[in-house]
């Protein structure tokens, strides 16, 4: 199977990536952790990108806060996935983030999550993955199913407690 790149723009986006790496974990695809700066350290974050695809990734999900260019810059050197999570990092509770990481120019998407998404970024990761990977695209329905019965449970449960009769 093919590898996630996970890139983050510095250590602070660590809670939200963490989100990310859990869910690649439970769903059990490999990835691979990184922090680089399309700021501080663009050669080295445009060669990531660049040299992605011959590591064997099949995407990438970058976090970033506040001017966020961190998904665009890899966008911008590979035809790779890119999917980018905006982090609250600001005092504008990561809206900055949010309009710096979708509004890319025709030709260089970045496929955006919500602010904070790291589980819905690693899910479309894999829902990338499992379009031929049978085993993976199971994974993903036993996922849904779990949740909807977490769900059922408790909706059972807060019936019990407030509809007394």
Request: glycine share 10%.
């Amino acid at each position: 199977m093919k590898t996630i790149g996970i890139v983050m723009g510095s250590k602070s986006d660590m809670p939200v990536a963490q989100k990310a790496i859990d869910t690649l974990k439970e769903l059990e695809i490999p990835y691979e952790v990184h922090i680089l700066s399309a700021h501080r350290t663009p050669g080295e974050t445009s060669e990531f990108a660049r040299s992605a695809r011959g590591r064997g990734f099949a995407a990438v999900i970058a976090f970033a806060g506040m001017a966020a260019h961190l998904a665009g810059a890899i966008a911008a050197n590979t035809t790779l996935p890119v999917i980018g999570v905006p982090c609250a990092g600001s005092n504008l509770g990561g809206l900055d983030a949010l309009l710096s990481t979708v509004q890319m120019p025709s030709g260089i998407p970045v496929a955006t999550v919500a602010v904070g998404g790291g589980a819905n970024a690693a899910v479309l990761a894999a829902q990338i993955l499992a379009v031929d990977d049978l085993e993976l695209a199971q994974r993903l329905v036993d996922q849904r199913t779990t949740m909807a019965e977490k769900i059922f449970d408790q909706n059972l449960e807060l019936q019990q407690e407030l509809n007394q009769k």
